[in-house]
């Protein structure tokens, strides 16, 4: 039902055993009704108001039988309560329900991160993300070329390679979290999607070369994925934990003729289904990363062209 402000209303209803729950959506006034004992034909009477200030949601039991509910609605605003009852097709809903968003999803949405920025959580929460997803980029030779063409030229050449990067994660659902001079570290919610951006990361450089005439961007690109912490850094959203630190050694590892990708995102099915419609292949390789002790599988993903001059 409708209530406007300072309006009143009625409802009767026979409830059988089980729950049902009053719910209004304006105010998020919500009420549990536990509906269990022996059934009664005397019927019960209950009131709820609704106000501007938000309420809190309750519990009330009361027995199988008539009831009346009374709805006062003193908001300066329409509200509109309805009451829901416990049945098979509830049950059906609510036990078949999939998660449609996670923080994982939500964290690595580009709009969302430019619309919240530093508002998303308190600077003193963490928040345990199970399995992201993290590239970093590198601008190879970067300080030769400001020598090489001048520092207006170069800029300009670096401001270009930005906006192509950008582009190509949002395009595959990814943020970017920061740069760091040249250098760029996005996050995706699954790996095949930062190897898609990753190629599309590739083909961009390859065109603003051509248009230019020359080779002046070398993109180096590493790719890791596992768990992390989700924290608040000089305002802003960001990753802490060995993943992003896995996933920075192996961009450092990287040259710009392949994208180095660790283990879990080769083994990825997704992953292989996007290797398998592309014309790029996987080479593996044993490599001691900086910080760690033991030596590291990375796979180089190249073209099929270029791994056959390598």
């Known amino acids: 039902m409708e209530l406007g402000g300072g309006e009143k209303a009625a409802m009767s209803l026979n409830f059988p055993k089980g729950f049902a729950i009053v719910f ?17 034909r005397e019927r019960r009477n209950l009131s709820l108001v609704f106000a501007d200030a938000h309420t809190h949601s309750g ?112 395009a595959e659902g990814g943020a970017v979290v920061k740069t760091i001079g040249d250098a760029v570290m996005a996050t995706f919610p ?40 989700a924290v608040m850094l000089d305002d802003r959203q ?7 630190n896995i996933a920075s050694r192996v961009n450092e590892l990287a040259d710009p003729t392949a994208i180095l990708a660790t283990k879990p995102i080769i083994e990825s099915s997704e992953v292989a289904q996007v290797l398998s419609e592309s014309s790029y292949r996987t080479t593996p390789r044993s490599s001691q990363l900086r910080g760690l002790s033991d030596e590291f599988e990375i796979f180089e993903v190249r073209e099929r062209e270029a791994a056959a001059a390598a």
């Open 190 to 229: 699954t790996p095949d999607r930062a190897l898609r951006a990753a190629m599309r990361m590739r083909e961009a450089m390859r065109e603003i070369n051509q248009t230019r005439g020359g080779e002046d961007l070398a993109l180096n690109i590493g790719l890791h994925s596992g768990p992390c912490l």
């Open 59 to 170: 519990t009330l039991e009361l027995q199988p039988g008539p009831a009346r509910i009374s709805f006062e609605n003193k908001a300066d605003r329409r509200t509109m309560p309805g009451i829901w009852l416990h049945s098979a097709e509830m049950d059906k809903l609510t036990n078949t329900r999939r998660p449609f968003l996670t923080a994982t999803r939500l964290l690595s949405n580009q709009a969302f991160r430019d619309l919240y920025r530093s508002g998303t959580f308190d600077p003193e929460q963490r928040f345990k993300i199970t399995s992201l997803t993290i590239l970093f980029t590198d601008l190879r030779g970067s300080t030769a070329l400001y020598d090489r063409i001048g520092d207006l030229a170069a800029f300009d050449l670096v401001r270009s390679h930005f906006g192509a990067l950008l582009e190509a994660v949002s």
């Open 238 to 244: 960001d990753y802490f934990g060995q993943t992003v």
């Open 24 to 40: 209004e959506p304006v105010t998020h006034s919500s009420l549990f009704l536990k509906v269990d004992g022996e059934e009664t």
